[in-house]
């Protein structure tokens, strides 16, 4: 049994079609289609069978593709622990993660890395909670968040990791009647003009929770997703908004005041696959992350 056969049937299954397996790898659809006939060839067993325009897994290739997950896993703890005794970490990390996050985390995490045999690859990709489980499977490290716990909405397969706990303020233009404020509850900002990201995204949700305790529908004037757009709309006038304290640089053009009567933290999750997690690179580069991740926690609060 070829786990080289094993890993395409659970790629299969977690891509859904032969194209988008074939994409991902860098193969044409007719060699990923080939390398399936070989594996039926050699494990004599029908694996794939026509629905559709496409393919899906047989019964057969579902239990397969299912125990694809531990074989990468313990070859992946194999050579983890042939890592650990030649004490390498070493190789490259991909990391996919969302702006605000990296622009929290990454510059510590790089310059704690800078003596490491690691390459970190970052790209910054800004998309709905639900849409992180998903991109595990092109990276080594998916950086998300979540307004509900440690365990973003799609993840439960995945290895995820706390990596800071953020408040999340509302964001006053200079001079607003808040401004005065020590902190905002839900009620103070009834009849207020927002600015914020679409719905699906943490920051909208904890908007509609705002909604669900004042009692009023908020005004929406903008829906944007870029937190540097937001802060220059905010610093206009244009509405108010929900900003994470640690990589909103615009204090001398707007102000950051605390919500009360609302949960308004964010867990930002470092998430990967189980076989990926193993990598002594890639546990190395969590733990410098949760590091740097643990001194913001602390600054914001000194008491904890």
């Keep these: 049994m070829d786990a080289r056969h094993l890993a395409l049937l659970r790629d299969l299954r977690d891509r ?22 070989t594996a039926q060839r050699d ?15 047989t019964p057969a290739g579902e239990l397969l593709a ?19 005794f030649l004490q390498r970490p070493s190789g490259a990390v991909k ?13 510590g995490a790089l310059t704690m890395l800078e003596d490491d045999s690691i390459e970190v690859i970052v790209e910054d990709m800004d998309v709905p909670e639900s849409d992180f489980a998903h991109l595990a499977h092109d990276c080594d490290i ?39 404020h020590e902190w905002v509850t839900p009620h103070d900002l009834v009849g207020e003009s927002w600015v914020c990201p679409p719905d699906g995204y943490p920051f909208a949700t904890l908007r509609q929770a ?12 903008q829906q944007v997703r870029d937190n540097r757009l937001v802060e220059s709309l905010v610093s206009a006038g244009i509405g108010i908004a929900v900003l994470p304290r640690f990589s909103t640089l615009s204090a001398d053009r707007l102000h950051l005041r605390p919500l009360r009567g609302v949960a308004a933290t964010r867990w ?22 949760s590091h740097v991740g643990a001194d913001l926690t602390h600054a914001s609060h000194p008491e904890t």
């Design 210 to 221: 705002i909604e669900q305790v004042s009692g009023h529908p908020a005004r929406v004037r």
């Design 142 to 180: 998916v950086i998300g968040h979540s307004m509900l716990g440690e365990i973003p909405t799609g993840a439960e397969a995945l290895r995820c990791r706390t990596l800071a706990r953020e408040p999340l303020d509302i964001a006053l233009p200079m001079g607003h009647r808040l401004a005065s």
């Design 16 to 37: 859904g079609s032969v194209q988008a397996v074939a994409t991902a790898s860098q193969r044409t659809p007719s060699a990923v289609s080939q390398q399936l006939r």
């Design 268 to 289: 930002v999750v470092g998430m990967s696959l189980p076989d990926r997690a193993e990598r002594v690179a890639v546990r190395r580069v969590l733990e410098v992350l």
């Design 43 to 57: 494990l004599k067993i029908k694996l794939v069978e026509p629905e559709g325009r496409g393919l899906r897994l």
């Design 66 to 84: 299912q125990c694809a997950g531990d074989v990468a896993a313990s070859l992946a703890r194999a050579q983890a622990s042939l890592d650990e």
């Design 95 to 107: 990391i996919v993660t969302l702006p605000s996050a990296a622009a929290a985390l990454m510059p």
